[in-house]
């Protein structure tokens, strides 16, 4: 079956990077987007990035230009996504989610997620 | 402050119709196709409208979507315990860039 398994918890002092990856199976990993979405504590949902696996075109939020970085292996079916520079703000649930459509925004399969707590 | 704007929740009884409305601009929802999201407590979120008004396969008929000018709207009859959730609407930027999700509606089913 379509599922998008992501790595597990991460605990992070401010100032320091973390990577949370997202392993795709069960369909064409270069045939559909990748998004990359988190959710804060009691909050909404907040878009981070995309990429598309097979051009290896990425398109990040605004907000987050310059601290945010995806990367993805072909060979493995995995996309990475790398925060630097965290803060406490910082601490949410990341969320990958696969993009259909003929612009990849539907997100219609998504990983668990991936709790990230930034703590001094 | 989210770009796309939602009643922060709506209710109802077991039967009733719902609708959830999502307000925005000419640069998002005036000119892109909107897609809604339902996310169960404690549960990664799960699309339920997409292209204004398609159901994912799966996805009850009792759920559709509508778009008129910079607002949309999704609506839920016959309503059910089990639809008791946030509702995200979402849609792609043009002026951002990138995509935009709406602040979230609770929905409590009474």
């Known amino acids: 079956q379509v599922q998008l398994v992501q790595s597990g918890t991460e605990v992070k002092k401010p100032g320091a990077s973390v990577t949370v990856s997202c392993k795709a199976s069960g369909y064409t990993f270069t045939s559909f987007f990748i998004h990359w979405v988190r959710q804060a504590p009691g909050q909404g949902l907040e878009w981070m990035a995309i990429?598309?696996?097979?051009?290896?075109?990425?398109t990040y939020a605004q907000k987050l230009q310059g601290r945010v970085t995806m990367t993805r292996d072909t060979s493995t079916s995995t996309v990475y996504m790398e925060l630097s520079s965290l803060r406490s703000e910082d601490t949410a649930v990341y969320y990958c989610?696969?993009?259909?459509?003929?612009?990849?925004?539907?997100?219609?399969?998504w990983g668990k997620g991936t709790t990230v707590t930034v703590s001094s | 402050q989210s770009v796309l704007t939602q009643p922060p929740s709506a209710s109802g009884t077991p039967g009733q119709r719902v609708a959830i409305s999502c307000s925005g601009s000419s640069s998002n929802i005036g000119s892109n196709t909107v897609n809604w999201y339902q996310q169960l407590p404690g549960t990664a979120p799960k699309l339920v409208i997409y292209s204004n008004n398609q159901r994912p396969s799966g996805v009850p008929d009792r759920f559709s979507g509508s778009k008129s000018g910079t607002s949309a709207s999704l609506a839920i009859s016959g309503l059910q315990s089990e639809d008791e959730a946030d509702y995200y609407c979402a849609a792609w930027d043009d002026s951002l860039n990138g995509w935009v999700f709406g602040g979230g509606a609770k929905l409590t089913v009474l």
């Open positions: 989610a696969r993009g259909s459509g003929s612009s990849g925004g539907e997100m219609d399969v």
């Open positions: 990429i598309n696996p097979s051009s290896r075109s990425i």
